[in-house]
């Protein structure tokens, strides 16, 4: 178990399993997050995946409490200037004392691997919160602490268009088709959470256009296989006044 009172940072995706991480680590006491780290799509100046605002992802900072710091990648960043980016940016905060990296990672052995070795040469630790909790339960835990979310982005292969833009509640984990994580922890929607223990006051803003984009498939060596991914993406406009 990590020392009381370890300093940390946390991979802030915007969404709702980074934000119970933050929740239950504050529980614990253990572990003291001091910064969120956001990757930054440079070209559209958004979340990367999520798709959401820069100035949304910094207003949700705010009402947080927490300072944010962010990391720019292209569009379609290689992996070897993903692990440059992100090296750098982790030898910076390590420098500053920091000693945890968090993740809202809950199953994927992979990516945990992935995670590890990067951090390791940097010595920072990784610390994963939601690590093998029940994906289901995680959800209702969420609805069920008063958090609320929205989702951003959906994996045209996984869901349909009308489930971007809609609350994350149980009418939403009860509509969700067969073979889509409750969380979708496999990449099948991410979120927007604007609201909830975590944060000092909730978000005002609405739900703007529902696009659709599409991004090249990964290298693979089935001929059959698709040539690209598309996804569906709400957009988030803040309103005005946000907080007074």
Same mark, same amino acid.
């Given at each position: 178990?990590?020392?009381?009172?370890?300093?940390?940072?946390?991979n802030?995706?915007?969404?709702?399993?980074?934000?119970?991480?933050?929740?239950?680590?504050?529980?614990?006491?253990?572990?003291?997050?001091?910064?969120?780290?956001?990757a930054?799509?440079?070209?559209?100046?958004?979340?990367?995946?999520?798709?959401l605002?820069?100035?949304?992802?910094?207003?949700?900072a705010?009402?947080? $409490?927490? !300072?944010?710091?962010?990391?720019? =990648?292209?569009?379609? &960043?290689?992996?070897? @200037?993903?692990?440059?980016?992100?090296? %750098?940016?982790?030898?910076?905060l390590?420098?500053?004392?920091?000693?945890?990296?968090?993740?809202?990672?809950?199953?994927?052995?992979?990516?945990?691997?992935?995670?590890?070795?990067?951090?390791?040469?940097?010595?920072?630790?990784?610390?994963?919160?939601?690590?093998?909790?029940?994906?289901?339960?995680?959800?209702?835990?969420?609805?069920?602490?008063?958090?609320?979310?929205v989702?951003?982005?959906?994996?045209?292969?996984?869901?349909?268009?009308?489930?971007? $833009?809609? !609350?994350?509640?149980?009418?939403? =984990?009860?509509?969700? &088709?067969?073979?889509? @994580?409750?969380?979708?922890?496999?990449? %099948?929607?991410?979120?927007?959470?604007?609201?909830?223990?975590?944060?000092?006051?909730?978000?005002?803003?609405?739900?703007?256009?529902?696009?659709?984009?599409?991004?090249?498939?990964?290298?693979?060596d089935?001929?059959?296989?698709?040539?690209?991914?598309?996804?569906?993406?709400?957009?988030?406009?803040?309103?005005k006044?946000?907080?007074?």
């Amino acid at each position: 178990m990590p020392n009381p009172k370890s300093r940390a940072y946390l991979n802030w995706s915007s969404g709702k399993d980074a934000s119970l991480a933050l929740y239950t680590l504050r529980q614990a006491g253990e572990v003291v997050v001091e910064k969120l780290l956001t990757a930054v799509n440079k070209e559209y100046d958004r979340v990367t995946m999520h798709g959401l605002p820069r100035r949304v992802l910094e207003a949700q900072a705010q009402a947080i $409490g927490l !300072p944010l710091e962010t990391v720019a =990648l292209g569009a379609t &960043p290689s992996m070897e @200037d993903y692990d440059r980016i992100m090296r %750098e940016k982790g030898q910076q905060l390590r420098a500053e004392g920091l000693e945890y990296s968090v993740f809202g990672d809950i199953f994927l052995e992979d990516l945990r691997q992935y995670r590890e070795a990067q951090l390791r040469p940097l010595g920072l630790k990784p610390c994963f919160p939601l690590w093998k909790k029940d994906t289901r339960q995680l959800l209702l835990d969420f609805i069920a602490l008063g958090f609320r979310a929205v989702v951003v982005c959906c994996n045209a292969q996984q869901l349909p268009r009308t489930f971007c $833009g809609r !609350p994350v509640d149980e009418q939403f =984990l009860a509509d969700l &088709p067969a073979g889509v @994580d409750p969380c979708g922890e496999n990449g %099948e929607f991410h979120t927007f959470c604007y609201d909830g223990p975590i944060f000092e006051y909730p978000l005002a803003f609405s739900p703007g256009e529902v696009v659709y984009r599409t991004y090249p498939a990964p290298a693979s060596d089935d001929p059959e296989g698709p040539r690209e991914y598309g996804f569906w993406y709400c957009d988030i406009q803040l309103a005005k006044p946000n907080h007074s």
